[in-house]
């Protein structure tokens, strides 16, 4: 069954706000990575985390990964439409990557 | 700059039917999988390669089988097609499983009648 679970499954914001996803694993990860889909297109590599309470930032986006390491985020500042898409943790746990079930993000403008 | 290449785009099949899904990555990648990905079940995997001649079953490999002849290439094939096996399959490639990233091809919308 699925290892990951990733919240909300859809979340529409107006442009401008800020958006949260969350991903929840039932097993410690070795690391975590976040991918982004644009809609009619393939996941795109984000970013990986590595380590206990990592934080990392891009632009606009933060992501974190849980001290348990079995948690992590990812949070939008003030959304543009361009950040219109999926967005997808995929956990290690052994030799595979599991995949959460995503958010699709709606952005309005 | 090609990376992760996949044919066919789209295809119908007739339940019971055969085919392969082709996979070629330009990037001289150890590590190749192949996922499918169904409404609110994100991506599952379904088998992946450590390398040339080697495959394993990942999350999801009822139904389905697969070759790594060469390094570049990695086969997916459907046997005997049935309607639960409508999804769009995207395969990927890596340099190592554990902390790299994959790299993603277009997919393939495959629909079984």
């Known amino acids: 069954g699925q290892q990951v679970m990733q919240i909300p499954q859809y979340q529409h914001v107006q442009e401008g706000e800020d958006f949260t996803t969350y991903c929840n694993s039932s097993t410690t990860l070795s690391n975590i990575q976040w991918y982004k889909q644009r809609p009619g297109g393939h996941p795109v590599f984000l970013i990986q985390l590595v380590k206990s309470g990592e934080v990392k930032k891009q632009k606009r986006l933060t992501f974190q990964f849980g001290e348990a390491k079995k948690n992590s985020s990812l949070h939008i500042t003030a959304t543009q439409t361009t950040d219109v898409g999926t967005y997808f943790c995929a956990g290690r746990t052994g030799n595979q990557f599991y995949f959460g079930t995503g958010t699709s993000l709606t952005v309005i403008p | 700059n090609a990376g992760v290449t996949q044919t066919p785009k789209f295809r119908v099949l007739k339940t019971g039917q055969s085919m392969t899904l082709l996979c070629a990555q330009d990037?001289?990648?150890?590590?190749m999988y192949w996922y499918r990905q169904d409404p609110g079940m994100g991506l599952r995997l379904i088998h992946y390669s450590v390398g040339e001649g080697t495959t394993a079953k990942g999350e999801v490999p009822d139904g389905y089988n697969v070759s790594r002849l060469k390094k570049q290439n990695f086969l997916l094939g459907l046997e005997s097609a049935a309607p639960s096996q409508t999804s769009v399959y995207f395969c990927?490639?890596?340099?190592?499983?554990?902390?790299?990233?994959?790299?993603f091809g277009d997919g393939t919308r495959l629909s079984i009648l």
């Open positions: 990037m001289n990648h150890e590590y």
């Open positions: 990927a490639s890596s340099w190592w499983q554990g902390n790299q990233p994959q790299h």
